[in-house]
């Protein structure tokens, strides 16, 4: 199919690397320095020119950079590359961070991690050669990154773990800038002669370190980076007598560089924040003995102790005692949940009454959290259609910027006598105004932060082109069973004849214990909440095809189909119009047959979940069709559907579900498909957008482009509300990183401003942006 292909086509864009070559391999690096895309960019180019390397993709906000090989690479000249640049890099240990490329669609998923990051072994580093180690440690994954590089004048060193941010290296040198700015300008006032020599020996102590590292870009691909626009500007205003502003300027453009590390590094804590949700230590229960042991050991099967108001250390499943568990800093939502025995809990969430104890089902590497946060910091490295574009205009901007410069800076001179020093000062301020940071990062910075709100809602989107993505979509498919209901059956109706409800159901509780199957679990919790006492059973045998007989209190009962059990007793008319109202409402009825007589009935139907109707709604009011998808039969299907006002179509096969999502692509809608089941998957992948529910098999979760971690119906809306604020977002950026340039740009040629405001326009328009995009982490949808 035409759209299938053109999926696979766009899967590098959704979670794998772009082009990556079939049977090809990843391999995944931790760099620590990088601030905006004008850095990604540079580091993108340089580690492309390298032998071996099929493809490139590196996140700012994810401070990573995954490189897919078809072959053996040198991970020493990858590392060696990017650390000339001025970056620290560490990769992971050997084997667990090289994983195969399917080229298409190879996807990581929430609830279920193939990446596999190790979190014990020893990183391969990159030291200073000037004999100093410089070390940053990372947090994300139990990684370290080292921060030493080629040289020890670069400006990309971020504080280590704990350290203040003026303790930094670009803060230090920043700092002594500054200072000698100051210095230089007591002495010239005391000594005026000097004055120009003293003002030149403060504008090196910050432009050497920014020239070598536009020398080192250009050699590695760069040749127009901010730093060679900088480094020209510079340059050029010493020519022209104006040594002051340039010292003056270059000051400025650390300081713009320092606030635009400060946002870089808040973008990275929004979602590494929900790392440190997990406790660092945790009570375990071992041979009879409660010991504290660190939270990362913890092992699948120890069981837990947890006490009122604490925060749970693993995710697990409670196998004692009751509690409200506030889930608020994991899925966002705001009314603690009762959760008992045989319930999931997850690790972060808060117990706030109750001492539970819970059976560990995750690792610390493996679990919610861990999952969530390495799906988003890959999702981060994939980058946008917009995003795309973007990058494309910028390197055909920069150079135009240059050419602009050069125009303005010679062609009133040469054709009409103006004066020189003036035209080259205006080219000089044109060239700092051109500085395309801001622009190139009004994109990455509102995505990256979009898919941060949304991963602590729950809400995982696999790549900025999916979040991009759902802004368009007119149409969503829904598979019926355990994404718009439950996925599994509740006793709903219990009637009595000549007897009690209560009789009816401790009767067939006493038929069903020991049971699996799925209506057995129904009756059985549903005396379990109601507190109906179960009788023993004695001589309890399934017929097959027909139900469960067996002797309670001496009295022979059976449970079974309508059929089977008008087979032991007559129905009465009262009776069959029962039964056919209840089946008339698409639920499962079992006949209860007590002494010879029909002692009542129990109804039975896999409920729509409790946003289920509330989340339809939404989508309708976002002007968004709502369809049903469903191999349920029809009846069934119908009386689900009206309850939630959504249309359906039903006794559909696997097949069927992706032929009608085809239909609905060629009436010209934009479709995406929810689903759970591995009878979704050929929709999943068929559909513009599939989105799995958090509580769905392997498959799904595996084929689609988002998921819905807490399998909230309502959260489908709120995804396409969060595309449509990322994308506004982005708007305002483009608009405020262009129009503050065109400006500028005019009072510049107009002799308004200088090189100073030139500088403040490029810092302040990418401070701004940033901020604006960090907004986003509010996002409450």
């Known amino acids: 199919m035409r759209r299938h292909a053109a999926r696979a086509a766009k899967a590098g864009d959704v979670m794998t690397i772009p082009g990556g070559q079939a049977g090809g391999k990843q391999t995944r690096f931790k760099i620590s320095g990088m601030d905006c895309a004008s850095c990604a960019a540079k580091i993108d180019t340089a580690v492309r020119r390298l032998d071996g390397v099929a493809d490139v993709s590196v996140s700012v906000t994810g401070a990573s950079m995954t490189v897919s090989h078809g072959g053996p690479l040198d991970d020493g000249k990858v590392l060696k590359q990017v650390a000339r640049l001025g970056y620290g890099i560490a990769k992971a240990q050997a084997g667990k961070n090289e994983r195969p490329s399917a080229g298409t669609k190879a996807h990581d998923h929430a609830g279920h991690d193939h990446e596999g990051h190790d979190h014990t072994g020893h990183d391969h580093e990159v030291h200073d050669h000037q004999g100093h180690d410089h070390e940053g440690h990372d947090h994300r994954g139990g990684e370290r990154v080292a921060s030493g590089a080629v040289g020890s004048s670069h400006l990309h060193i971020d504080a280590g773990p704990g350290q203040p941010l003026w303790r930094s290296r670009r803060a230090m040198l920043t700092l002594a800038c500054a200072a000698a700015l100051l210095a230089a300008y007591g002495i010239g006032h005391l000594f005026p002669v000097a004055e120009r020599w003293v003002f030149l020996a403060a504008l090196l102590v910050g432009l050497v370190p920014i020239a070598r590292r536009a020398l080192m870009a250009a050699l590695a691909g760069t040749p127009f980076s901010i730093e060679t626009l900088m480094t020209i500007a510079a340059t050029g205003a ?313 002797s309670v209190g001496g009295v022979k009962v059976f449970l079974g189909s309508g059929q089977a059990a008008a087979e032991r007793a007559p129905l009465d008319e009262a009776q069959s119009l029962a039964i056919e109202s209840l089946n008339g409402q698409g639920k499962t009825v079992s006949v209860l047959v007590a002494d010879g007589a029909i002692a009542g009935l129990i109804a039975m139907r896999d409920e729509p979940r409790p946003d289920a109707a509330a989340g339809i709604a939404a989508l309708k009011g976002e002007g968004i069709r709502a369809v049903m998808l469903t191999g349920d039969n029809r009846r069934a299907a119908t009386a689900i559907a009206a309850s939630l006002g959504i249309e ?134």
């Open 238 to 550: 010493v020519m022209i007598n104006a040594t002051e502003e340039a010292a003056a300027v270059v000051v400025l453009f650390l300081i713009g560089e320092l606030l635009e590390g400060v946002a870089a590094g808040r973008a990275r804590a929004s979602i590494q924040g929900l790392a440190d949700l997990v406790p660092k230590t945790a009570l375990v229960e071992r041979a009879g003995v409660t010991s504290e042991v660190a939270a990362d050991q913890l092992a699948v099967g120890d069981i837990i102790l947890v006490r009122p108001g604490d925060r749970i250390p693993a995710d697990g499943e409670i196998v004692e005692g009751s509690g409200d568990i506030d889930e608020a800093p994991v899925t966002g939502e705001s009314t603690p949940k009762r959760k008992g025995v045989g319930e999931a809990v997850f690790a972060g969430t808060i117990n706030i009454d109750g001492v539970l104890k819970a059976r560990v089902t995750a690792t610390a590497a493996d679990n919610t959290i861990a999952r969530v946060v390495r799906l988003v910091e890959e999702a981060q490295e994939a980058k946008a259609p917009t995003e795309r574009f973007i990058d494309r205009f910028s390197r055909t901007y920069t150079p135009g910027v240059l050419v602009v410069g050069a125009l303005v800076a010679l062609l009133p001179p040469l054709v009409a006598g103006s004066d020189w020093n003036e035209w080259i000062y205006k080219g000089l301020a044109i060239l700092l105004i051109g500085c395309p940071c801001a622009l190139v990062i009004s994109t990455p910075a509102a995505i990256a932060a979009g898919l941060a709100a949304g991963a602590r809602r729950g809400l995982l989107m696999k790549g900025g082109a999916v979040l991009e993505g759902f802004r368009r979509i007119t149409a969503v498919a829904f598979d019926k069973t355990g994404t718009l209901t439950l996925g599994k059956p509740d006793v709903t109706d219990v009637l009595a004849f000549g007897g009690d409800e209560r009789s009816v159901l401790a009767l067939a509780a006493a038929l069903e214990q020991g049971s699996s199957h799925p209506l057995a679990v129904a009756i059985l919790d549903k005396a379990r909440v109601d507190k109906v006492p179960v009788p023993p059973v004695l001589s309890a045998k399934a017929i097959s095809g027909k139900g469960v007989e067996g």
């Open 648 to 781: 359906a179509r039903a006794e559909l096969m696997p097949q069927d579900k992706q032929r009608i999502v085809g239909e609905l692509q060629r009436g010209g809608l934009t479709v995406a498909k929810v689903g759970d089941g591995i009878n979704d998957a050929p929709a999943l992948a068929a559909a513009d957008i599939g989105i799995a529910m958090g509580s769905g098999t392997d498959v799904a979760l595996e084929t689609a482009d988002a998921a819905i971690l807490h399998s909230r119906v309502t959260d489908v809306a709120r995804m396409v509300r969060l595309s449509r604020a990322v994308m506004a977002n982005i708007g305002q950026n483009i608009t405020v990183a262009l129009g503050l340039k065109a400006v500028f740009l005019v009072t510049t040629i107009a002799g308004v401003t200088g090189l100073w405001p030139a500088i403040l326009a490029d810092t302040g328009a990418t401070v701004l942006v940033t901020a604006n995009a960090m907004r986003l982490l509010r996002w409450r949808g």
